[in-house]
């Protein structure tokens, strides 16, 4: 299992700043091999190039958690430092560097307070260095040539100090600016890939739904057609000696009931179409079902439709509420008149509702009492998907009401 605490070469979050990286150790390096004007303070050439490889190599694992190993961390690159620095002190060469590089690397180790801190270490160890600098010159140098070059001397320090401070300031802000940027385009990544995930979990839910949906409606519909018919048929066979005339009337009963059933197969059918309202407005689309319940019940129901247009969204569940709607009364109502308006009422703020009625003379029921028809719960949850609301008004011998008010956009016609 890979390393996933640790920055490495292989998931840098800039490779270029380890590039850069790897180029201030190189000149470093290319320092401390170029001939030296002064002495060593100790005669130790090799260590140098030992502390600045090895300052180096650590660049190579940077750990992101936790706190103790980044702690560790950072001491051993700062010791390396001190120990790159103090070998060649006289000739002052670019170590200054290392310090630009561990701070690049606390960027990434450190929040906001953790860089400071690092960074404000960093200035006081470089001004520690100048200070042995300075001393290291007046301790080798005649006393005459240090007074003549003091003024010169000092003035070097203050520009090595605030060309330093400046650049490790540039560096903090470019490095800020870097990670929240970095930041932002992972948030956006993360929010992407949620929203992928909920349209993918949102289809999901809605086929299931839908399948369900059709699952029981084949089971109410379809199941009990076909359980009717095979009993009607083995009546008949039972009778078929002995009572030709009874079995001859099961027979007859069974294919109305496989015509029922038929009819019901077609109906599911229908209803697991994916675009019922290709091109067309909500009336156009209407008009079938309209038709549909006129052959399966006898009654042509009246239709109103005074929504000029509507969204695609709100039209299509409307095409399903009025749908629905439909089916029950064909299944239940046994109803001699039906009616059919879809309307535009004005609501609080400006807005607008969209009001659905269906209603039917038919024999009525509890609305109470209707725990498990799955129609009208369907019905219901459509219209709270689109933050709508719907009422039922029914009682046994008086018909049923249905009302659905679905919110419409200030924009909306």
């Not at 303070?41 to 140098?48: G, S, V």
């Not at 067309?280 to 038709?291: G, T, V």
């Not at 689109?386 to 008004?393: H, K, P």
Request: aromatic letters at 6%; proline letters at 6%; one cysteine or more.
């Amino acid at each position: 299992m890979p390393d996933v605490r640790a920055i490495r070469p292989d998931n840098h979050p800039f490779p270029f700043l380890l590039y850069g990286e790897w180029a201030l150790l190189g000149m470093a390096l290319f320092s401390e091999l170029t001939p030296r004007l002064l002495p060593r303070a100790a005669n130790l050439p090799a260590t140098a190039l030992v502390a600045i490889l090895a300052f180096g190599a650590l660049g190579l694992w940077l750990p992101t958690r936790p706190l103790g190993l980044k702690l560790a961390h950072v001491g051993w690159q700062l010791s390396l430092i001190m120990i790159a620095t103090r070998s060649g002190v006289l000739d002052f060469r670019l170590f200054p560097l290392l310090y630009i590089v561990l701070v690049l690397r606390s960027c990434f180790l450190f929040g906001q307070w953790g860089r400071l801190i690092v960074t404000g270490v960093s200035v006081a160890l470089f001004l520690s260095v100048m200070r042995d600098w300075l001393r290291s010159l007046d301790s080798e140098l005649p006393r005459r040539v240090v007074q003549r070059l003091l003024p010169q001397l000092i003035g070097l320090r203050l520009n090595l100090v605030v060309m330093f401070l400046m650049l490790l300031v540039f560096l903090l802000l470019l490095m800020n600016a870097l990670l929240a940027e970095r930041e932002r385009r992972d948030e956006l990544h993360r929010t992407n890939q949620k929203l992928r995930e909920s349209a993918a979990q949102i289809e999901k839910l809605a086929m299931a739904q839908e399948r369900t949906r059709i699952a029981r409606e084949i089971h109410d519909s379809l199941g009990h057609a076909l359980t009717g018919l095979n009993i009607q048929l083995e009546g008949a066979l039972k009778l078929w000696e002995t009572q030709p005339q009874q079995a001859k009337q099961f027979v007859a009963q069974a294919k109305e009931m496989g015509s029922t059933a038929l009819r019901e197969t077609r109906q599911a059918v229908t209803t697991l179409r994916t675009t019922p309202l290709p091109d067309q407005d909500l009336a156009s689309a209407i008009a079938p079902l309209m038709e549909r319940v006129q052959q399966l019940i006898g009654v042509m129901p009246s239709l109103l439709i005074t929504v000029p247009s509507l969204p695609p969204s709100i039209s299509l569940t409307s095409y399903r509420i009025v749908q629905e709607a439909l089916t029950n009364i064909c299944k239940h109502a046994e109803a001699t008149a039906v009616s059919v308006s879809v309307t535009q009422q004005p609501a609080a703020a400006g807005a607008s509702n969209l009001h659905i009625t269906v209603q039917d003379n038919g024999i009525g029921f509890h609305p109470q009492d209707n725990t498990t028809g799955f129609g009208l719960k369907g019905i219901q949850e459509r219209a709270t998907a689109e933050g709508g609301r719907c009422q039922i008004d029914s009682a046994p011998g008086q018909g049923c009401t249905l009302q659905v008010w679905l919110p419409l956009s200030p924009e909306a016609p």
